[in-house]
């Protein structure tokens, strides 16, 4: 297949990088504090040390946060769940059609999250975490902006796809030769 990558403004390629590094960092960070943390609580259990209780709830703070951070970079990386077997088909406008209609269900979904994360930082604020007691409005922030970005990526690429058409998997050599 032909490279069909689209050609943007370099403005607006700079701006996505910066956000996108952002992002990268954001879940990089939380990644290492999961890994460090999971260690530490281990490591807990045999050593004669006092048990530190918010290693837990750090941690799974960290695993939301990760997780919602992640979700705009895959849209723009190619890597969120696809109907790739779709990119088979022999109709171009079909592939594009599928493609479009696969990155609008995201960001319907996406933007319900961010409905939904808004109404809980809304109504979280009282409530606090049992260990390092932070109001749980604070926790769903990092949520509220890691789907706000996977929405707004979402109908980004939906739009790119409409306009200039279908993007197809990159296909490994060995994979090539398999099929």
Not at 41 to 51: E, G, H, I, S, T
Not at 124 to 133: H, N
Not at 146 to 158: D, H, K, Q, Y
Request: proline share 4%; net charge negative.
């Amino acid at each position: 297949m032909e490279d069909t990558t689209p050609v943007r403004p370099r403005a607006w390629r700079g701006l996505v990088r910066v956000i996108t590094g952002v992002e990268f960092a954001i879940g990089a960070t939380c990644l290492v504090v999961i890994l460090t943390l999971i260690f530490f609580q281990a490591a807990q259990r045999y050593l004669p040390v006092d048990q530190v209780a918010w290693t837990g709830e750090v941690s799974r703070f960290c695993l939301v946060w990760l997780t919602f951070s992640a979700a705009g970079l895959l849209i723009t990386n190619r890597g969120h769940i696809a109907l790739e077997i779709a990119d088979t088909l022999p109709s171009r406008t079909l592939v594009r059609v599928v493609q479009v209609l696969a990155l609008l269900i995201v960001a319907a979904v996406a933007i319900s999250l961010v409905i939904e994360a808004i109404a809980l930082i809304d109504s979280q604020g009282i409530i606090k975490s049992p260990v390092l007691r932070i109001p749980m409005s604070w926790v769903y922030i990092p949520v509220l902006i890691g789907v706000a970005s996977t929405a707004i990526r979402s109908l980004v690429a939906a739009a790119d796809i409409a306009i200039h058409g279908p993007v197809f998997a990159e296909i490994a050599a060995d994979e090539e030769a398999t099929a």
